[in-house]
């Protein structure tokens, strides 16, 4: 589902983005460089720009290499290395510039972060996604669905977003609704050891950048305190103004777990027994709460609770905690309750969708774990 456009924070206008090419100076190779990917040519343009300006009152240089790919309408593409400034406008320098092109490329995706790394050398990089998103589902499949990003009604498929990917990276951050999926996570769990990333939505506004920036260059060790951080700002916002704002999750997962946890989740499919054709998914805990649902978002293990003995569930309980290294959540996302949270959601397939069943079946999750014995 996309980043969530009924809930917008208050700004201040449209800040003006510095340009010109500037080659990036010799220095010596750091530990660490973080990577942001803003696919943002679409209606979170002006949030984009805001995070980005959070981005550089943070930041303070000393051993902190920030590069943000932008592209908004109205500007050429570029990559910014993201400099400390206080003042409303961003006035980091564009590094490298492109010519106009569509952000939900893979395609794209795959120059930008191939120049990125051949310009900007590091032991390691962590890389942030950052646009609209709806979990693994196809483009085009259902009503407001993108897979990952939004640029001139284009999206960017799952396995395109994979197979775009150069190298591995220390750890992945979906700013993004909805991929903290097991589809999702499953599918890229090849190319980090560590993602981070929302099961719900995420309002429009993003990261609070300035108060999770620093954390970001520890490697994956400071992802807890950036899943915290997160979710405690929308929460103490959320009290002082509307609670609609108080509406936030979070979740993160060790990737080396998630082979495990397909082989614990076939070990039940193979073995299970369903009473209802349906799967009670009516009586599922949800977690995609836009107006106009597209995701299909279920808890993972309210799934299979919600279905099968519990005795049958200890070993992937297990495995479930093994996997999840952290997750937190506030008590209403909408205003809608959340009453209990695995951290992980799940597609519950639906009989006779035969074209949404047939590209499910052919994601590598839908394989591993028996899931796609829930096809019909």
Request: aromatic fraction near 10%.
């Amino acid at each position: 589902m996309s980043r969530n456009p009924l809930i917008f924070l208050l700004l201040a206008g449209l800040m003006v983005v510095g340009c010109g090419k500037n080659d990036p100076p010799e220095q010596a190779r750091p530990e660490r460089t973080v990577i942001v990917y803003m696919a943002a040519s679409n209606n979170l343009e002006s949030y984009a720009l805001d995070n980005i300006n959070q981005m550089e009152k943070a930041i303070t240089g000393k051993d902190q290499q920030l590069l943000v790919y932008i592209d908004v309408r109205g500007k050429t593409p570029r990559v910014l290395k993201i400099t400390h400034d206080t003042s409303a406008e961003i006035v980091s320098p564009a590094v490298i510039n492109y010519a106009n092109h569509n952000s939900a490329s893979a395609a794209v995706l795959k120059q930008v972060l191939e120049d990125i790394r051949a310009a900007y050398p590091a032991a390691s990089y962590g890389l942030i996604m950052w646009s609209h998103a709806s979990s693994w589902m196809p483009p085009g499949t259902r009503p407001v669905t993108e897979s990952f990003g939004d640029d001139g009604g284009e999206q960017m498929d799952i396995r395109e977003l994979k197979n775009a990917l150069p190298g591995t990276y220390e750890y992945i951050i979906f700013d993004a609704c909805s991929m903290a999926s097991v589809e999702v996570l499953y599918e890229l769990r090849n190319k980090t050891e560590r993602i981070l990333a929302a099961p719900t939505e995420t309002l429009a506004s993003g990261m609070p950048y300035d108060l999770v920036l620093p954390y970001l260059f520890t490697g994956r060790d400071g992802l807890q305190t950036v899943a915290k951080k997160y979710v405690e700002y929308y929460q103490e916002y959320g009290e002082e103004e509307d609670s609609l704002y108080r509406s936030a999750t979070i979740t993160l997962v060790d990737t080396r777990q998630l082979n495990q946890l397909a082989s614990s989740t076939r070990a039940v499919l193979e073995n299970a027994t369903f009473s209802d054709p349906d799967y009670h998914r009516e009586e599922i805990q949800r977690l995609d709460f836009e107006y106009i649902p597209a995701t299909e978002s279920y808890d993972f293990m309210d799934f299979f609770r919600k279905n099968l003995p519990s005795e049958d569930l200890q070993p992937l309980a297990t495995q479930l905690e093994k996997t999840v290294l952290f997750s937190q959540y506030t008590d209403e996302f909408l205003g809608r309750p959340i009453k209990t949270f695995s951290g992980l959601t799940c597609y519950i397939p639906h009989a006779g969708d035969d074209l949404l069943n047939a590209y499910y079946s052919s994601l590598e999750w839908s394989q591993a774990s028996g899931f796609d014995l829930l096809v019909k």
